[in-house]
């Protein structure tokens, strides 16, 4: 057989799909300059296929850049496995970033940040999906036994994240039933959304090869638990030494990580609808689902919109570099990169308003009353899609981290997302889903 490397160029978009095209990897060089065409419509297409309400139709035309930094190559005939692809920026034909690029609006966001405070991102993002492959059955929450169903599967994806440069940190059997968590170490900037773009893929591609299935669908049936994208943060200041953690502040946290934690709740429900932009991600985001469903700031807790994570006295980490926050409220219908400039712009936007570090809570909000919620100045959470988009519609300030058309244009994404939707009962929508997440 003749055959011959093909290298796709991919955008991670609205829709949270990597969407791309491809060409020889014989190429590559020229096409690092040259780029690939991209049809400005085709941020329109929706999770489901069907294209939203578009203001360029057939026209226009901007390029997608690839960054060579991001390249995946990886191929075992043995395993069955063959991915190739890089990511990449589109750009308008100057060369400007694009309005809708969701990786040059991280890079925007990221170039805030250090703007305004000096300092630089470090996070990671912790996702989990489940089979739905040859189910395994029930009594297997973080059991030996159901990581060992799928121990082939996991090693092979610990050896592929390593082989293209993703730090593994842990794979676990969850909660649910077929479901797997998997982490991985802290990167700086917009390479650890990269990287979360990069695992979804060879977690569908493992997968695959394992002759599996798998959803990252934030909900797959009503009532049942959660698949959640957790982003892990802390800030780095010039000399790349930590700035969250201050050992005599309350809950040891830095005056400028308590205002970006206070923007981040400030701004929460406003922002939702670009972190769990799905249908189904308001059904996740209820109580007692260790989701979220307050703009808190919880210490230690599961049910907290952003918690304050353990520190441990025996690791081999020292505390200052231990210390980081965890942002709970998404899931991954989110593009990483809009999921963490939304963090990003809202975290900063804090720091610029001089907001007060909020308090933590270590209690269940859910059994407070709207005026107790009220006056200890938290609220629920927007509870379905059109509710968050309302909310991140209403939101001038919100709409100024982004270019003027930004914020139509997603409405009408989401606003074709759900009339694909209409006419379905709730199990329909919950398995639409999982079949394209
Ligand atoms: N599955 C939960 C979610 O939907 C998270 C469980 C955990 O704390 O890891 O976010
Ligand atoms: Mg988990």
């Known amino acids: 057989m003749i055959s011959e490397a093909v290298v796709y160029a991919c955008t991670c978009d609205l829709a949270g799909k990597v969407r791309g095209k491809g060409f020889p990897a014989a190429d590559l060089e020229k096409r690092l300059k040259r780029g690939i065409g991209w049809a400005p419509t085709n941020t329109q297409i929706t999770c489901f296929d069907l294209i939203a309400d578009t203001p360029f139709g057939a026209l226009g035309d901007r390029v997608l850049i690839p960054d ?80 060992s169903s799928r121990r082939l599967f996991a090693e092979r994806l610990i050896g592929a994240m390593r082989a293209v440069g993703l730090a593994p940190d842990t794979i676990m059997k969850e909660y649910a039933p077929e479901q797997l968590e998997v982490t991985m170490d802290p990167a700086e900037g917009v390479t650890s959304a990269d990287h979360a773009v990069i695992l979804r893929q060879l977690i569908y591609s493992i997968a695959r090869a394992c002759d599996e299935t798998v959803t990252f669908t934030p909900l797959r049936v009503p009532g049942g638990v959660g698949n959640g994208v957790h982003i892990h943060f802390s800030l780095l200041d010039e000399s790349g030494g930590p700035a969250v953690f201050d050992p005599n502040a309350r809950y040891r946290l830095s005056e400028v990580a308590g205002q970006f934690i206070a923007g981040i709740l400030k701004y929460l429900d406003s922002v939702l609808a670009l972190t769990a932009p799905s249908v189904v991600s308001y059904a996740r985001l209820t109580p007692h689902r260790w989701s979220a469903a307050f703009n808190n700031l919880g210490l230690q807790d599961r049910e907290a919109a952003v918690r304050i994570c353990p520190v441990s006295a025996m690791s081999d980490i020292e505390p200052a570099r231990q210390y980081n926050i965890e942002f709970r409220a998404g899931d991954a219908s989110a593009s990483p990169y809009l999921h963490l400039a939304a963090i990003v712009h809202a975290g900063v936007q804090g720091i610029e308003e001089g907001l007060a570090p909020p308090e933590a809570t270590e209690e269940d909000l859910a059994l407070l009353s709207s005026e107790e919620l009220a006056g200890r100045g938290y609220i629920r959470l927007p509870t379905s899609l059109p509710d968050a988009l309302a909310r991140f519609a209403e939101n001038a300030t919100v709409h100024g981290w982004f270019a003027p058309e930004f914020a139509e244009l997603y409405r009408k994404h989401k606003e074709g997302e759900m009339r694909f939707l209409e006419g379905m009962d709730e199990d329909e929508v919950h398995r639409a889903y999982a079949s394209v997440y």
């Not at 060579?68 to 190739?84: F, K, N, W, Y």
């Not at 990449?88 to 309005?99: C, E, V, Y």
Request: hydrophobic letters at 40%; a negative charge; glycine letters at 10%.
């Open 68 to 147: 060579p930094g991001t390249r995946v190559s990886l191929r075992s005939e043995e395993q069955g496995i063959a991915e190739d692809f890089v990511l990449g920026d589109i750009l308008n034909l100057d060369g400007s970033p694009w309005a809708m690029c969701t990786r040059s609006i991280l890079k925007a966001a990221l170039e805030r940040l250090h703007r305004v405070t000096g300092l630089r991102l470090l996070s990671a993002f912790e996702h989990e999906f489940q089979f739905t492959s040859n189910p395994t059955g029930m009594g297997n929450a973080y059991t030996l036994q159901g990581l």
